[in-house]
């Protein structure tokens, strides 16, 4: 199967509905994303067959959480995942993407341009500078490989409106990291993870995904400065 034929077919798997248009985006922003990668570092994965199943598969299972109208933070985005496959996906949900990295955003401002996303906005900054101007004013956030559990709740929940949600991309035994996490949830306003386990398709890797509902307003003082938040985790 070439690239299309295993997007197309690994979309069906997950039930997921899509338009011409948006295989045609995702293909493109393949084709960007391997581009670019050769100037700057952006993505270990090199090969285009493994960038529809490693990045956007595994992305695109997110996309049933996501409805019309929400509002999701992409915390830690890098290349733009899971946030530019999900906008893609999603094209009535509104997507921020936040990266510390102005060389990755760059390359996201440029990507969103030349693919017409007009449900998406990269931004350059740190999530725990971000929070302080943006409490509380996504229904939704999302973040894969940016941090173990702990200092990822403190710089993401806070962000989180009471009634919405945070999922956490993770490896298939992130059992420990969860269990480790408990008090950083139930301080945060999310006390109840729930693990959802998921088979990439056609990548065949496990994975899970952690919900944390945020029931409760996080206290003012999360989150703290980056380096407490690192050496004196929750
Ligand atoms: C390993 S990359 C993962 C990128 C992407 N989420 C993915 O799954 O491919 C981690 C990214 O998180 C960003 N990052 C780490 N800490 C951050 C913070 N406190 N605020 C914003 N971005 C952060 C880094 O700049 C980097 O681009």
């Not at 056609?202 to 003082?221: F, I, N």
Request: include cysteine; charge should be negative.
């Amino acid at each position: 199967m070439n690239e299309r034929m295993l997007l197309e077919d690994g979309l069906k798997q997950l039930s997921l509905s899509f338009s011409p248009q948006s295989v045609e985006k995702l293909l493109r922003f393949s084709d960007l994303l391997l581009e670019k990668n050769r100037v700057m570092n952006l993505t270990a994965v090199t090969d285009p067959t493994e960038v529809v199943t490693r990045h956007f598969l595994d992305c695109a299972v997110l996309a049933p959480y996501l409805p019309a109208g929400q509002t999701v933070l992409d915390v830690g985005t890098g290349a733009g995942f899971p946030g530019v496959p999900l906008a893609i996906l999603c094209p009535d949900t509104v997507f921020t993407l936040l990266d510390a990295q102005r060389k990755r955003v760059d390359f996201l401002q440029e990507t969103i341009a030349a693919l017409g996303l007009s449900n998406c906005t990269a931004v350059h900054a740190r999530a725990e500078e971000f929070a302080k101007a943006h409490r509380a004013a996504f229904d939704v956030a999302v973040s894969r490989a940016v941090a173990e559990l702990r200092v990822l709740c403190e710089l993401t929940l806070p962000m989180v409106r009471v009634g919405g949600a945070f999922y956490a991309m993770k490896a298939a035994d992130c059992m420990d990291e969860v269990g480790s996490a408990a008090h950083a949830f139930a301080v945060l306003g999310a006390p109840a993870a729930e693990l959802l386990h998921y088979t990439v398709p056609h990548a065949g890797v496990e994975r899970t995904m952690v919900r944390l509902q945020k029931l409760e307003d996080t206290p003012d003082r999360y989150p703290r400065r980056f380096k407490k938040i690192q050496t004196d985790p929750l």
